[in-house]
């Protein structure tokens, strides 16, 4: 496509539920990042992928969170048992390959809110 | 790690006039800058970057700085416009791994 997609852009869940959100990266990409972006605040890093290797999950908040990577192409970040300071906007990146050094292209992000 | 601080949080200008924003970093080993708009219920959107082997970069209205010596770069936007207005992010890296993100600084063009 021509851009990253995301899935759903918008969702209301209640508190103690699991969530998905996808991911689609811009083809080719084989580089991707989820950030978090909490109301009014800068981008928390959350994991990153690259190709074939393990993920970075360094970023990952609680053990609630994980995420993969089928095929090298879509991603997928599942929130278990959703607490309200979930709430926020879940945004992913690609990039084409690090080695040469680009940068990341965003997604609309999907929107989490935990009611 | 990187730790990447931003300033202002806000910035009010009047149409025509020009807006400065100013980052800091940490790591010594960050070799690349982008900045990011982001327009309201939108993602971050690439604007400008520049890399550590090149002291300043202009894209029409757009020009950012980097001083390596003292670990700062600056967004500077000339004859500024409304559509101008959004919130700005500058980030840091070393590797391309991780992106660490400024606060944002909130934008506005006052026609």
Do not use: H, M
């Given at each position: 496509g021509a851009g990253v997609s995301q899935s759903p852009s918008n969702k209301v869940t209640e508190k103690g539920k699991d969530v998905e959100l996808r991911c689609d990266p811009i083809s080719g990409h084989t580089a991707l990042y989820w950030y978090r972006q909490s109301l009014g605040q800068g981008l928390e890093f959350l994991i990153y992928f690259q190709g074939n290797s393990a993920p970075d999950k360094s970023g990952l908040p609680?053990?609630?969170f994980s995420a993969e990577r089928t095929g090298g192409s879509v991603s997928t970040l599942t929130i278990q048992r959703t607490q309200q300071e979930d709430s926020a906007v879940y945004?992913?990146?690609?990039?084409?390959?690090?080695p040469s050094g680009n940068t990341i292209y965003f997604g609309e992000g999907s929107w989490l809110t935990v009611v | 790690g990187e730790n990447v601080e931003q300033h202002p949080s806000t910035l009010?200008?009047?149409?025509?006039?020009?807006?400065?924003?100013?980052?800091?970093?940490?790591?010594s080993a960050?070799?690349?800058?982008?900045?990011?708009?982001?327009?309201?219920g939108?993602?971050?959107?690439?604007?400008?970057?520049?890399?550590?082997?090149?002291g300043e970069k202009k894209d029409q209205r757009i020009a950012v700085t980097l001083n390596k010596t003292a670990k700062h770069f600056s967004l500077h936007i000339t004859e500024t416009q409304p559509e101008d207005s959004a919130v700005y992010f500058c980030a840091a890296t070393y590797n391309f791994n991780k992106f660490y993100f400024g606060s944002g600084t909130k934008l506005n063009v006052k026609p």
């Open positions: 609680s053990d609630r945004l992913c990146a690609s990039s084409p390959d690090r | 009010s200008v009047q149409e025509g006039d020009s807006a400065v924003i100013k980052c800091t970093y940490s790591d960050s070799n690349y800058f982008p900045w990011y708009k982001q327009e309201l939108k993602g971050p959107q690439l604007i400008i970057d520049i890399r550590s082997n090149v």
